[in-house]
């Protein structure tokens, strides 16, 4: 009995100092099937409707989300579109256009950083600063928060959880790579093979040459439009699931 009381404090003891150690650190951490007291990050909404969710991440880009705005309007799909605070500053009148025709803005953070090398209360102030430029230029605030790269981490956690931003990531299958302009009919394909109602599909509008990413994004709505999908805001894509 008492060897076995020892070596239960032992793993006790190990396992908080793991527990203390990443959340110093800030590493990321597995969440699939686990909350660790937090909400779970959004990857996909259950419902048997033929609905998708498109999300963009890294703009505004004065060329690049303008381009998308186009097709988005040409298929009548709405998007949801993860800015970064300080891009929003820079392409004002973009933000503008994209509240002005329907379509969802997400928290991005504010200067796009790498989420291992931020403390909690320094995402925090990202996360602060990016909610208040959206709203002074729509007059809402953003409801999701993506951080960069989709990396899990307890700073993030504990950052989204304090600002009251659900997370929301993407469909495990439905990251179309675009960033690194594999072609456009490789993004085409990846996207449209394995398609599924509820999904989330991963695209950037940045600074970068997103030429492959606007081809791509006509030819999917095009096809999954044909076999009867519909593309909606992350906001109704949940609201989906909730009834």
């Known amino acids: 009995m ?3 009381k020892r070596y239960l404090l032992l793993f006790v ?5 793991v527990l ?3 959340t110093a650190s800030g590493s990321s951490i597995p969440t699939a099937g686990r909350t660790y007291g937090h909400a779970e990050p959004l990857y996909h909404v259950n419902t048997k409707k033929k609905l998708i969710a498109l999300t963009f991440d890294d703009g505004p880009h004065p060329v690049y989300t303008r381009r998308v705005l186009k097709i988005l309007d040409k298929h009548k799909a709405k998007a949801t579109f993860f800015v970064v605070g300080e891009r929003a500053k820079w392409y004002a009148p973009v933000i503008r256009q994209i509240h002005r025709r329907g379509h969802e803005i ?6 796009h950083p790498h989420m291992k090398h931020i403390t909690a209360e320094q995402l925090q102030e990202e996360i602060r600063k990016t ?6 230029l729509t007059g809402t605030y953003p409801r999701f928060f993506r951080p960069p790269g989709g990396e899990i981490t307890y700073a993030v956690l504990r950052s989204s959880e304090r600002q009251k931003h659900p997370i929301a990531i993407w469909s495990y299958h439905q990251d179309s790579r675009d960033w690194t302009h594999p072609g456009t009919a490789y993004i085409v394909s990846k996207v449209t093979s394995g398609a599924r109602p509820g999904d989330i599909v991963l ?5 970068l040459d997103q030429s492959q990413t606007i081809e791509a994004v006509d030819k999917v ?3 999954l439009s044909k076999q009867g999908y519909r593309f909606v805001t992350l906001s109704q ?3 989906e699931q909730k009834k």
């Open 13 to 17: 003891t190990v396992f908080c100092f």
């Open 106 to 111: 997400g928290n991005h953070t504010f200067t």
């Open 237 to 239: 894509l949940l609201h």
């Open 131 to 136: 909610d208040q430029i959206v709203h002074s």
């Open 20 to 22: 203390l150690f990443c």
């Open 221 to 223: 709505l095009t096809i």
């Open 2 to 4: 008492f060897t076995n």
């Open 203 to 207: 695209f950037h509008d940045s600074g």
